[in-house]
């Protein structure tokens, strides 16, 4: 199986006065074009989909992902507006209808794929309150057997001096890589956030952050290397290997 991750794209409508509207918009067109050659089964977004949590910026970004032949799934980032991105997705059927959170399961894939939410209100830091908690706990209690990886934005570590505290409360933090490591058979953590290429070990388990898509605004990449050009991830599984993950350069 495998995974395509993207992060990060902080699209805006096409019509912005920002220079940075056409740049972004090309960065993940060109990511879409070099997905569809890698062939994944399915495309993880992890959030801040779009700048300002427009339905007008939606609208565009979803225009820009329409050409994936893969199926996408999505989480939200800080950046994004709950009620307008459950509407902007409602086709794809992955959020609940109502409700407070936008977690979700998929079930259909020899991985077990989590999305988790970890937004709240007006706030740039990551949430996991205890309601969010039980939700993890049940969902990963009922599939203790099959290989899962959870998606989420904001990562619940530090990482460096670039992101320390990154949580509302940091019991949240700590609660959540407790839930995890409760339940073996989380294989991988994937986030967004941060904006630079990070994977280390975490709960008894590795988290990998996703850098941004979008060039202006990404960090830690070796530019020298990258030449200006967007990214994604690919998670590769394999029963034999776990998953294996590496960048990819549009254009390799």
Not at 212 to 229: F, I, L, P, T
Request: charged share 25%.
């Amino acid at each position: 199986m495998r995974i395509a991750q993207i992060s990060d794209t902080h699209i805006l409508t096409p019509d912005s006065d920002q220079a940075a509207s056409p740049i972004r918009a090309d960065n993940l067109r060109r990511c879409v074009a070099e997905i569809n050659r890698q062939s994944p089964d399915i495309v993880i977004h992890t959030g801040d989909m779009v700048q300002n949590g427009d339905p007008r910026e939606y609208a565009y970004l979803r225009s820009i992902l329409a050409p994936l032949k893969a199926p996408l799934c999505v989480v939200p980032g800080n950046r994004d507006e709950k009620a307008a991105a459950r509407a902007a997705f409602a086709d794809l059927g992955l959020f609940p209808a109502t409700g407070e959170f936008l977690h979700y399961s998929l079930e259909d894939y020899p991985v077990r794929l989590v999305g988790l939410d970890s937004v709240g209100p007006n706030e740039r830091k990551g949430h996991f309150c205890r309601k969010r908690q039980i939700w993890l706990e049940e969902t990963l209690a009922q599939a203790p057997e099959k290989p899962t990886v959870l998606f989420i934005h904001h990562p619940p570590f530090d990482v460096g001096d670039h992101y320390v505290g990154g949580y509302r409360h940091g019991e949240e933090a700590m609660a959540l890589a407790e839930v995890v490591a409760r339940h073996p058979q989380v294989i991988r953590l994937l986030c967004g956030h941060v904006h630079w290429p990070i994977e280390q070990s975490w709960a008894g388990t590795t988290a990998t952050i996703m850098p941004s898509v979008a060039v202006d605004v990404r960090k830690g990449v070796d530019e020298v290397q990258a030449q200006g050009r967007p990214l994604c991830y690919l998670h590769d599984y394999a029963i034999e290997t776990g998953l294996v993950s590496r960048f990819q350069m549009v254009g390799d």
